[in-house]
Each structure stands twice: as C-alpha cells, then as structure tokens.
C-alpha cells in the first residue's frame, strides 16, 4: 500500500489527463488503482473504459486492476452529514435547503468532499494506489486547506454564538427560550423563516465534533501523500504552481514533482528552415522556435528556484481516447517509478 498520489494545479492545465494517465500506467504495472476524479470530459471517461463514471468505485472491464469514481459533491455531503451528525438531526439535515445551500456555495464545499471521498476510500485499504485529481478552485491549494476551512466554519464565533456553544442543554433552551421569540418575530414577518433558520443552525452544530476529528485525520493523509503539480509554461498557471511551494509545506510535504504538460519538443529551437520555405512559412517556423525556446527557460528556472524535479510532458495533436496513449503519457516520462515504493 502506498499513498494517497494527489495532482493538482490551475484548471485548464491537462491535470485530469495526467491523473487518468498515472492511474492507467499504475494499473498496467500490475497495482490496484483507483482514480479518484471531480469532473472529467466525456472522452476521458470513454478513455478509462468507463463510459459513465459513478459516485463509487467501477472496474474497468478490460482492465481489471484500474478502478474510477467521479465525486458526486451532493451525494458525499449527504454522507458527511449522516456520519458526523445523530441519525434524526442529519435525517433534517440532507433535507434541509439551508444545508444544500451551504454546500453549493461554501468555497472550499467541494474540496472538502472530495478530501473527504478520498480519506474514505484510504480507509478501506481496498486500492494499492489512490490517485486524486484535486478540484481546481483557488489554484488548487484549495484542496488541502478545505478541512481546517471548514472547521473552522462550524466551529466558528459566529456558530458558537447563534448556538450556545458546548453549554449542556442548549438545544433545550434554543426550544424554551429563542425558539418561542424567533416564532413571535416570524408571526410578525409572515414566515417561519427564523425558526428553521435557528434549528438548522443546531443540527449543523452537532457535526462539529465528528467533522473536526475527521479533519484531523484528513491531514493526516496529506502529510503522507505526494503530490504533483501539473502546469504549463503560462505565466499564469506557472505563478499557481509557486504558490504550492509556499503553502504545501504548512500542510502536507513539498510537492514530488512538476509537470509541465503541453510542452514543444526542444528540437523545435533549432529547426532548420529549408532554402526554398515561402517567407510566411519561415516566420511561423521561427515563431515557435522561439516559444519552444522560451517554455525550456520556464522549465530550467522554475527547476532552480524551487529545486524539484521536472518532468515534460509534449504536446499531442489529439488527445488520449484509450488506455494505451494514456498510459504512454507517463511511459515516456519515468514519473511513475519515481513515484511509486
């Protein structure tokens, strides 16, 4: 058992094709792998094998060693609020649209379920290779810094105000005392609205210990794991996959590698141009010269600045639709030896 492989980096970056592709090689080498993946294009899945992927585990037909599961944000929030609240309050819960609100629009919500997912599925010990390709939101950092995020959310001032905080008996007298008053102000306003708002408020209090203790052990998963940056030579991109050298350490370990996807052969720096090329041809041709030239000096410094490894990963007319040229993304780099005990 080795563990949790996370790949993250800016959206738009090819990281879902790198995680799909690591997950194909590990299993052609013979390990149990799952790909745990948030949203992946229609030809991706049709590439896994897997024409529709599923909130749970499927099996690759022809390749019975590769496993996926598409994160399904709604379903594994009903599962969080069933395993971390008592039966009656999460039954309110998941019916609550105060609960799917929050977990629409809480920035770091799917992040979190997708942490979550993948703690789950390390806890079953069923997969010899866990690969996550990470939600994209702020860069991806996101992604590690979602369960102290939330924590601190229910656990927050604010919802130890409204609430009571850890006084024995609050909800009795939530019900004895604010219920009654928030009633009078909802008769006045026509609603129930304060009411529930205040009840919910309570059912959610109740995940506060579940949902802390299983933060813990979330993060205990990152400071195991190895993560890979993927990117490309962008100056956008390239400023998020920094950023992961910065801000990866207070959490997990340094990132294993950065892979720069898309990238132009570096025979294209010194191509030479025929005698007889049209003179618009011969531009262009120098044209991407100089951008392979400029995408190898990205390369070399982001390597000296940050002192990690670098792995390339060219660019392809079209994109991987089957397991073979997925698993040949990988074969070419070597990443995965370095990658797997």
């Known amino acids: 058992m080795t563990g949790p492989i996370l790949v993250t980096g800016a959206g738009g970056v090819g990281k879902t094709t790198v995680s799909a592709a690591l997950g194909v090689a590990a299993a052609q080498a013979g390990y149990q792998t799952l790909v745990l993946t948030v949203d992946p294009a229609k030809r991706l899945a049709t590439a896994l094998g897997l024409d529709e992927l599923h909130n749970t585990p499927t099996a690759n037909k022809t390749l019975p060693t590769l496993w996926a599961a598409m994160l399904d944000s709604e379903a594994s929030w009903d599962q969080i609020a069933r395993s971390h609240a008592p039966p009656d309050a999460a039954d309110r819960l998941v019916n609550s649209e105060f609960f799917h609100a929050i977990t629409r629009h809480f920035p770091a919500s799917q992040s979190y379920a997708a942490a979550e997912a993948m703690a789950q599925y390390l806890d079953e010990r069923r997969w010899d290779v866990i690969i996550v390709d990470t939600p994209p939101a702020s860069g991806g950092i996101e992604f590690f810094t979602a369960p102290t995020e939330l924590t601190n959310l229910v656990g927050g001032r604010l919802f130890r105000w409204l609430t009571g905080g850890a006084i024995p008996g609050r909800r009795e007298l939530f019900n004895v005392a604010a219920r009654p008053a928030l009633r009078i102000v909802d008769i006045a306003l026509g609603s129930d609205l304060l009411e529930r708002v205040g009840a919910f408020l309570f059912d959610l209090r109740t995940t506060y210990d579940g949902l802390r203790t299983r933060s813990q052990e979330i993060e205990k998963y990152f400071r195991k794991s190895t993560t890979i940056v993927v990117t490309t030579s962008d100056p956008a991109p390239v400023t998020e996959a920094a950023r992961f050298f910065k801000e990866l350490p207070l959490v997990a370990r340094p990132p294993a590698a950065v892979v720069f996807n898309r990238t132009l052969p570096t025979a294209w720096e010194k191509a030479e141009i025929p005698a007889d090329t049209t003179r618009p041809l011969a531009r262009n041709l120098a044209l991407w010269a100089r951008e392979a030239r400029r995408q190898e000096t990205v390369r070399d410094e982001f390597a000296a600045r ?36």
């Open 306 to 341: 940050y002192r990690t490894k670098i792995v390339s990963i060219g660019w392809k007319p079209t994109a991987p639709t089957d397991l073979e040229s997925l698993a040949a993304l990988i074969d070419e780099t070597g990443l995965l030896t370095d990658l797997i005990d």
